[in-house]
């Protein structure tokens, strides 16, 4: 089955921002784990994505975003 929520929007919103990644992990707290399964397609809890827009100051879909599979 093909992952059909992408951390797409994420990546742009850190470029935004002028946040890296390390940034997230060493000095807010974000656990690495967290970044390397969002890298790879994982789920993320809602609580997870909370506290990344609480630090990053945006919306749900500035961190995620649904894309429906072609089939």
Sequence with gaps: MKN???YGPFYRTL???KITEYNLIFKQG????TIHRMK????????TLNTLCEI???RVEDILE???DEE
């Design 4 to 6: 059909l929520i992408s």
């Design 15 to 17: 470029l935004e921002k």
């Design 30 to 33: 974000v656990d690495a784990h």
């Design 40 to 47: 790879h397609g994982k789920a993320i809890t809602t609580t």
């Design 56 to 58: 990053l100051d945006c």
């Design 66 to 68: 649904y894309v429906p």
